[in-house]
C-alpha cells in the first residue's frame, strides 16, 4: 500500500505571496492533518481535516486555511507569505479519528 | 505551556546496549501517547505506541512504558544499531486527532 504523498517536495516564494501545498493520504484514509516543523517551535499542529470537514485546528492565524477533498485528498493553503512561515510542512493521514497517524515526507517551504 | 517535554535534546549510546528515551506530559487527558522517529528532511515514522490503559507495549527491540501517575513515558530500544541513530519524538493524543508533540531526542549509537 502507498504511504502518504506530498507535492511538491520543495518550493521557494517570497514574502507576499501565496502557496498550496498538496497531500494524498493512504488509501482507505479518510483523516488528513497537517503540521509545521520549525527549528524554533518544533512540530506544531496547524488543522485536520475528516470527510471534508475541519475538525480541529491549531493555533495558527487566519492566514492558513486547508480543504480536503471527496477521495480525502487535502489541500493546505498559506496567503501573505512571510519569513517566519519558512518551515517543513508535515501531513499525516490515519484511519479515523484517533488512529495512528502515518506521516508524508513533507514540503520545505523557503519565504525569502 | 509546553503540554509535552522531552528534557534531553541528546543521547549517546554504544552499539548494543540499551538506550532510553524519556517524556513527561502535563495534561491529564491524554490517553494515547506515540513515539516517531525522524530523520532530516523527512517526515516522522511511526514506531509505537500506548494507550493510557496500560503500562507497558513491547514490539521487537522497542518498548514503551507509561507511568500515569508520574505522567511519564519512556522507550526502550534494546539492542541499540547505529541505523537508530536519528531524532525521537514523543506525542500525546487526546479526544480528536490532535498530536502534540514533544521536542524531540537525538539519539546517537555509536559503533
Known amino acids: 500500500k502507498a504511504g502518504v504523498t506530498q507535492t511538491p517536495r520543495y518550493l521557494i516564494k517570497t514574502r507576499g505571496q501565496q502557496v498550496t501545498l498538496s497531500c494524498s493520504p493512504i488509501?482507505?484514509?479518510?483523516?488528513v492533518s497537517w503540521y509545521q516543523q520549525t527549528p524554533g517551535q518544533g512540530l506544531q499542529f496547524l488543522f485536520e481535516?475528516?470527510?471534508?470537514?475541519?475538525?480541529n485546528k491549531g493555533n495558527f492565524p487566519g492566514r492558513f486555511s486547508g480543504r480536503q477533498f471527496s477521495n480525502s485528498r487535502s489541500e493546505m493553503n498559506v496567503s501573505t507569505l512571510e519569513l517566519g512561515d519558512s518551515a517543513l510542512y508535515l501531513c499525516?493521514?490515519?484511519?479515523?479519528?484517533?488512529?495512528?497517524?502515518?506521516f508524508g515526507p513533507g514540503t520545505r517551504l523557503t519565504v525569502l | 505551556d509546553q503540554q509535552v517535554k522531552q528534557n534531553s535534546p541528546s543521547l549517546s549510546v554504544q552499539e548494543g546496549r540499551i538506550s532510553i528515551l524519556n517524556c513527561d506530559y502535563t495534561?491529564?487527558?491524554?490517553?494515547?501517547f506515540l513515539w516517531y522517529k525522524k530523520y532530516p528532511a523527512e517526515g516522522p515514522t511511526f514506531l509505537i505506541s500506548?494507550?493510557?490503559?496500560?503500562d507497558k507495549n513491547e514490539d521487537g527491540r522497542f518498548t514503551v512504558f507509561l507511568n500515569k501517575s508520574a505522567k511519564h513515558l519512556s522507550l526502550h530500544i534494546v539492542p541499540s544499531q547505529p541505523g537508530d541513530s536519528a531524532v525521537y519524538f514523543c506525542?500525546?493524543?487526546?479526544?480528536?486527532?490532535?498530536?502534540?508533540f514533544g521536542g524531540g531526542t537525538r539519539l546517537m549509537v555509536k559503533p
Open positions: 499525516a493521514s490515519s484511519l479515523e479519528t484517533s488512529d495512528t497517524q502515518y
Open positions: 488509501s482507505g484514509h479518510r483523516s
Open positions: 481535516y475528516f470527510s471534508e470537514t475541519q475538525r
Open positions: 495534561n491529564s487527558m491524554f490517553d494515547y
Open positions: 500506548i494507550s493510557s490503559i496500560k
Open positions: 506525542a500525546a493524543i487526546n479526544a480528536g486527532n490532535m498530536l502534540t
